[in-house]
């Protein structure tokens, strides 16, 4: 089954305690995204990726760190977690100009 | 800056009760309108794309249409499983990113 998994689902942390939340794809997609959906402000990017060794910052990058060593996986790193990181993440991929896939989300609390 | 803004912002219905959800939007140089369905605690279900103004595609009891300003999906005689977040996005040419709206939270009552 075609899909973009991420790992783990829910997690609470306390503030500056560096967590990574992966996210693989089985697609062979070449672009991959991050999103934060917080509620009134909808999702909104991070960071997305074009291909292996390729990123760029989204609209939100600040205190996020991706890296894009295989095609597969596209880990969102936070090194010093802050409450105001608290949110629900998404990853996703696409092929061509069409067809976004998200994960199933990773509800993330700093406290 | 690019830009989507949708309403209602919540809308509860009667199943069989046909409504129209909107998708105003700005976009320098649009490459696609999109439309997704958000349950509770999951990810984003990709629906419909639209790219040009006139086109229209429909998938069950969802039609969803596109001018040079705004997007609407048609909900024709909805059924409580219809009951979801609907959200438009847009992306535009160059930059590799969706714009979303902040979505219409959608309630079918039996």
């Known amino acids: 089954e075609a899909q973009v998994t991420q790992n783990p689902r829910y997690l609470i942390t306390v503030t500056g305690k560096k967590l990574t939340v992966t996210c693989s794809q089985n697609?062979?997609?070449?672009?991959m995204s991050w999103y934060r959906q917080d509620p009134g402000l909808g999702l909104r990017q991070i960071y997305y990726?074009?291909?292996?060794?390729?990123?760029d910052k989204g609209d939100v990058p600040e205190g996020y760190k991706v890296s894009r060593k295989e095609k597969r996986n596209f880990p969102l790193i936070l090194e010093s977690p802050s409450p105001n990181q608290t949110s629900l993440y998404f990853c996703?991929?696409?092929?061509?100009?069409?067809?976004?896939?998200f994960g199933s989300g990773t509800r993330l609390t700093v406290v | 800056e690019d830009q989507v803004t949708q309403s209602p912002e919540a809308l509860r219905l009667q199943e069989g009760e046909s409504s129209s959800l909107n998708c105003s939007y700005t976009?320098?140089?649009?490459?696609?309108l999109f439309w997704y369905r958000q349950d509770p605690g999951k990810g984003p279900e990709f629906l419909f794309t639209?790219?040009?103004a006139g086109e229209e595609k429909e998938k069950e009891r969802l039609k969803a249409t596109l001018t040079k300003k705004e997007s609407f999906l048609h909900i024709t005689a909805p059924k409580p499983e219809d009951s979801a977040t609907y959200l438009c996005?847009?992306?535009?040419?160059?930059?590799?990113?969706?714009?979303f709206g902040t979505g219409t939270r959608l309630l079918v009552s039996p």
């Open positions: 996703a991929s696409r092929t061509g100009r069409d067809g976004y896939t």
């Open positions: 697609m062979n997609h070449e672009y």
């Open positions: 990726s074009m291909n292996v060794e390729v990123t």
């Open positions: 976009v320098s140089g649009l490459r696609g």
């Open positions: 639209l790219y040009s």
């Open positions: 996005a847009v992306r535009n040419t160059g930059f590799q990113k969706l714009v």
